[in-house]
Each structure stands twice: as C-alpha cells, then as structure tokens.
C-alpha cells in the first residue's frame, strides 16, 4: 500500500508533481509544479480491487496560483482535505529527501509554516555540514600527501 495512503487511512485521492512532491489540494501541486521542468501533475486515487493507487489524470500547469492556492497561506482548506498540520507534515517530509540548498530554498518559496521552515533551514544545515566535511577531509588527503 501506498505509503500516502497508509499515513492519511481517510484520503482518497491526493496529487503528485514530477519531482514527486506530494499535495492534497490540485491547486497545491499545480503552483508548485510551476517551478519545475516538468510541470506534470497526477492524481492518484487510493483503488479498489486490491490496487492502493492509480495515476489517472496528468497536466501541465502552467495557470498563476489560484484563489485556492492562495488561501493555503491563509490558513483555511477545504474539510475534504488535510488539515494543515498534516499537509505541512507531508512538505516535511519532501523537503527532508532534498539533496541541494538551491532545491530547498526553491520549496520554501513563499512557505508560511514554521515547522517546513524550521525543517529546510536543518536540512540547509546539515548538506553544509556534510560539505564542509568532506573539505576538511579534502584538505586534510592534500596535506598528507
């Protein structure tokens, strides 16, 4: 089963972009599938007859945020969705596979939860660590040799 799905035993349906971004609002996905190359977004609807997920819908979006987008940095959602502490767990988790600072500060883009924000700047932290590591690891093979 769908790990989405396992997570969240209510959702019937949520949106992925490209990079594999997950979101529970279309508008979401769309506006941030607007920073990508490809800018496809899928549906996947938890299935029936023993399948957990199936990818029916794809579009390239390239429509302005909506009044629905907006609203997510207002602080309402629709009652069919997530709350908003479990769709900002969700962006948590997306900003936590990142493997770039250029990435992460791209995802925080007009991001208003303090807990996504707290995330990107310990995982900004922790590739500049990794890389200040693996320079003094470089420097220290330069001296010895």
Do not use: C, W
């Amino acid at each position: 089963m769908n790990q989405v799905f396992k997570n969240h035993p209510n959702l019937k349906k949520y949106y992925q972009t490209a990079d594999g971004t997950k979101f529970f609002q279309e508008d979401h996905a769309k506006n941030h599938a607007r920073s990508l190359e490809d800018r496809t977004v899928a549906t996947v609807i938890r299935g029936v007859s023993g399948k957990t997920e199936a990818p029916v819908e794809k579009q390239a979006s390239k429509a302005k945020p909506s009044k629905a987008a907006k609203a997510e940095n207002s602080g309402t959602v629709d009652s069919k969705d997530l709350t908003l502490m479990q769709a900002a767990k969700l962006r948590v988790e997306a900003i936590e596979k990142l493997e770039t600072v250029k990435e992460i500060i791209k995802a925080l883009e007009g991001e208003t939860a303090k807990s996504v924000k707290t995330a990107g700047t310990e995982r900004i932290a922790a590739i500049n660590a990794s890389k200040a590591l693996d320079s003094n690891k470089e420097n220290n093979n330069v001296q010895t040799q």
